[in-house]
């Protein structure tokens, strides 16, 4: 009788420790366009957080976790404060590989994204977008969390997400 209690305590422990380890998503990266339509990626970290791993992923529409057949990815991490910078374009500090055609594709799926990983309190900064949603926005709209919302009000989505 012992034994099974132990091995419950022990198999309970385990799941709760493995369901604390996972990365919440929040709605704080967001694409906004310019006056002359050129996108904008826009990343709100939490406060001071640092974040990693920031990325652009574009995937043929219905290829699932297929190939990325366009965007970039970089390996740094110790990044601070708020982004913004062209869509195809990541700062140049960041070294960013890049995959494909930069420029947004028709029938393609987007994920742009950052990653903040501390024990206890990691999060993954995303949205996913599609070319026709991006090219709907107007200037000073930013396209997050699923929809078209202005500069100010994704600001405050994501203070309030955090």
């Known amino acids: 009788m012992r034994r099974a209690r132990v091995m419950a305590a022990g198999v309970t422990g385990g799941m709760l420790l493995l369901s604390g380890c996972t990365a919440v998503d929040l709605p704080l990266a967001g694409v906004r366009v310019g006056t002359d339509g050129t996108p904008y990626a826009v990343f709100r970290p939490c406060g001071d957080d640092g974040y990693q ?13 297929g190939p990325v057949t ?7 991490e110790g990044l601070h404060g708020d982004a913004g910078f062209p869509l195809f374009t990541p700062p140049e500090g960041w070294q ?3 995959r494909g055609k930069q420029e947004l594709l028709p ?5 742009l994204g950052f990653g903040h990983y501390d024990s206890g309190d990691s999060y993954n900064g995303v949205v996913e ?8 926005l107007k200037p ?4 997050a969390d699923g929809r078209t919302m202005s500069r100010g009000a994704f600001g405050r989505l994501a203070e309030d997400s955090c």
């Open 53 to 65: 791993g920031p990325h652009l992923d574009g995937r043929r529409r219905g290829a699932g976790d």
């Open 70 to 76: 366009t965007g970039w990815d970089a390996r740094r």
């Open 96 to 98: 960013a590989r890049h």
């Open 107 to 111: 029938r393609h799926d987007y994920v």
């Open 129 to 136: 977008f599609t070319a026709d949603q991006i090219g709907r």
């Open 140 to 143: 000073g709209q930013v396209w």
